[in-house]
Structure formats: structure tokens, C-alpha cells
């Protein structure tokens, strides 16, 4: 495959990523606005066909990005998909490390989740173990599952991380691209504010702050994804960051300060103990050497 870089503008690079990210939205809607599902986006039928819309985007994105590039013989080019992450060396690190490095960040939330369990009956215990094996049985067959674990951060993570730091990195620099490239992600989220207001579930003044709220949480985890894809040089590393936040869900901090003074400092212990030790970690557990990445300087 034929070594390219990404020369453009800045504010052509921009403008492609802005449209990256209208071309990803409007996938979504485009069978509603043809009458051929439902407007509730957890029906399985609606499911399928964003399914199928997100991969003709992930599929015509590339292309797009080859049509813009040129080809060049200098030591900095790389192939194609070698700048969309999509690459053999450091790949089983990529699998294991950040996955690790976004667990440390979150132990309590683990302790929060099985917090009903503890002091209970090891018949209990039993049960529950069963449960979570039923769960995963059960999950490969539910498409919302498969929507927020599998197709949602592979899709996001290529469009949003894969298709636009290539270009932002050359015109804006590592950190400013990381600081740019979340902001496109967390906008994009609003379109789940016009879905609520047009469907009737909430106001248009709870829907804005209830988006406004999503922005700045995606946002900031999209700037640990930009952080995560750079350092690591490869797709694989933020996808399976997203896939486990996703699953663990935003942390509920009003239910850690319903709980009895002796749990909630334990929790609130295991929380700044996690942050602190992913601050230790995030550069020795991101470098480049680990994942033989020579793509992206950071």
C-alpha cells in the first residue's frame, strides 16, 4: 500500500471533520426520514438499520480520507490504515493495557456495583455469579447491548478518533488536536436532545441541560480517547476503553452518598486512590515503545 500525509489546511481539516460527524449523525436518521422504522431508538428494527448506516459511513470515510491525501516517500508517511490505527505491531497490548489503565481509574465502581452482595449468604453469592454468567449469555443476543458495547465505541472511536486525528494532528499539533477532536464527539451527542423533545419524553429546557451535561462528560472521556489513540498509535486501545466505560455507565454519586458513613469513605477512598494511581500510570502505561508506535509523536 502506497505511503501517504495528510497536507491540508487547517481549516479544511476542520471542515472535513465537521463533516465526518454530520455525515455519522444523519446516518441515524436517514430511515426515519424514509418512513421505514420507528422513531424509538431501542427497537430492535431501528437497532439493525443504524447498524447498517454506521457502517456504510466507517466504510466510506477511509476513502474519503485516501481521496485527500497525497502520497509521499518521506519517513513520517504511512499507509492508510496504519493512521487509522489498523495495524499488527503492539496490538495485544493495545487490547490489554488501556483496558487495565481505565479499571484503575474506576475500582470503586466496581465495589459499588456488587455492594448489595457483600455480607450476604455465600448462596447468594453463588446466584449472583450465575446471573452474570446468564447476563453475558444473553447479552450477544440483545441488540442494545451489542449497540453500546460492540458497534457504538468500534463506530464512534474510528470516525471520531481514527478518521479525524490524522488530519488534525498534522495542521494543529498533538495537544490541540486532542483538545479539538472531542469537542466534534460531544456535540454530536445533542441529536439524542431532539430525539427526546420530539418524542414527547421530556422538555425542551430538561432536555438541553440533561445534553448539555452529556457534552461535558463525552467530551472530556474524548480527550482521554484522542490521548489513548495517539500514544498507543492503534484503534484498538480507545475502542475497548469506550466499550468498558460504557458498560459501567456514569458514575452515581448520589447513590455513594446515600449509603452508611463507613461505606461512603471507602468509596470515596477507592475513588481518589484510582485517580491517583491512573495519574501515576497514564504516561508509563501509554508509551509509544509498548505498542511499537512510530506513528504519532506525543
Not at 476513502?63 to 495495524?87: H, M, P, Q, Y
Request: neutral net charge; aromatic residues 16%; glycine residues 4%.
Amino acid at each position: 500500500m502506497v505511503d501517504i500525509l495528510f497536507v491540508l489546511p487547517t481549516w479544511q481539516a476542520i471542515l472535513l471533520c465537521l463533516l465526518f460527524a454530520v455525515i455519522y449523525v444523519s446516518s441515524l436518521y436517514i430511515w426515519v426520514e424514509f418512513h421505514f422504522i420507528s422513531n424509538c431508538r431501542d427497537h430492535p428494527d431501528v437497532i439493525k438499520r443504524r447498524f447498517i448506516s454506521v457502517s456504510i459511513v466507517c466504510v466510506t470515510a477511509p476513502f474519503i480520507l485516501w481521496a485527500v491525501a497525497k502520497s509521499s516517500d518521506k519517513a513520517e508517511a504511512n499507509d492508510l490504515l496504519t493512521w487509522l490505527g489498523i495495524r499488527f505491531w503492539g496490538f495485544l497490548p493495545s487490547l490489554v493495557v488501556p483496558l487495565f489503565l481505565t479499571m484503575v481509574l474506576v475500582p470503586w465502581l466496581s465495589l459499588l456495583t456488587e455492594l448489595n452482595c457483600l455480607g450476604e449468604p455465600v448462596l447468594v453469592r453463588v446466584e449472583l455469579e450465575c446471573n452474570i454468567a446468564k447476563y453475558w449469555t444473553n447479552s450477544v443476543k440483545n441488540y442494545v447491548w451489542l449497540r453500546n458495547h460492540i458497534v457504538a465505541p468500534l463506530s464512534e472511536e474510528f470516525i471520531f478518533r481514527a478518521c479525524m486525528l490524522p488530519l488534525l494532528v498534522p495542521c494543529l499539533g498533538t495537544g490541540w488536536a486532542i483538545i479539538l477532536c472531542p469537542m466534534f464527539f460531544g456535540v454530536a451527542h445533542f441529536h439524542h436532545m431532539i430525539e427526546k423533545v420530539a418524542h414527547g419524553q421530556q422538555e425542551v429546557a430538561a432536555a438541553f441541560k440533561e445534553s448539555l451535561f452529556q457534552l461535558s462528560y463525552t467530551t472530556v472521556f474524548g480527550a482521554y480517547s484522542a490521548f489513548l489513540f495517539l500514544r498507543t498509535g492503534h484503534l484498538a486501545a480507545p475502542v475497548i476503553a469506550h466499550a468498558f466505560c460504557n458498560h459501567m455507565g456514569f458514575p452515581s454519586f448520589g447513590e455513594i452518598m446515600g449509603y452508611q458513613p463507613s461505606t461512603r469513605y471507602r468509596l470515596m477512598a477507592l475513588f481518589a486512590i484510582g485517580l491517583v494511581l491512573w495519574s501515576l500510570f497514564l504516561f508509563p502505561l501509554t508509551s509509544p515503545s509498548l505498542y511499537a508506535n512510530d506513528v504519532y509523536v506525543i
